[in-house]
């Protein structure tokens, strides 16, 4: 007889309702909140998932803050190529296993504009290798480091 009272089911409708709203606000009020990069401090890149598997190309990130890497042919030889959202003022990259600490190398303006950089490769690293990779955009610091998955040839029926 509970579900009868117009009361008791009014309540059931609106009680989830209120506590979903409640939650979204609570977050909004206490959450941490973007705040722009601040010059002379260093932000950290996340490695996003097309790094993880054949793809061509490798994207990381931090919030409006974008990279890409992709291997292209160029007149020395395969490329490591990085695009950004930003006016980089340098970048300097390693490619070494894990727990060597290889020197990082210069990367090269190719655009102009500091949107997009270089660097030659003497062949394609190994799968167990990874790319380690510091950016320098407005007086920030941006390091990451990712798979080198996306640079190995795609096999099998879907890489047709």
């Given at each position: 007889m509970m579900f009868t009272n117009k009361h008791?089911?009014?309540a059931m409708?609106?009680?989830?309702i209120l506590s979903i709203l409640a939650w979204i606000a609570v977050?909004?009020?206490?959450?941490?909140?973007?705040a722009p990069a601040q010059?002379?401090?260093s932000y950290p890149l996340v490695e996003k998932s097309n790094c993880r598997y054949p793809s061509g190309s490798c994207d990381l990130e931090n919030g409006d803050f974008k990279l890409r890497l992709s291997m292209q042919d160029g007149p020395a030889g395969q490329q490591l190529v990085l695009s950004s959202s930003h006016r980089l003022e340098g970048a300097v990259l390693s490619v070494?296993?894990?727990e060597n600490d290889t020197p990082p190398s210069g990367m090269r303006a190719?655009?102009?504009r500091g949107l997009?950089?270089?660097i030659a490769l003497g062949a394609t690293p190994s799968g167990e290798e990874r790319i380690r990779l510091v950016a320098r955009a407005a007086g920030s610091s941006y390091f990451g480091d990712a798979s080198i998955t996306f640079m190995q040839p795609q096999?099998?029926?879907l890489s047709r």
């Open positions: 008791v089911i009014v409708i609106v009680a989830p977050g909004s009020f206490t959450g941490e909140q973007a010059a002379g401090q070494s296993e894990p190719t655009d102009g997009e950089w270089s096999d099998g029926p």
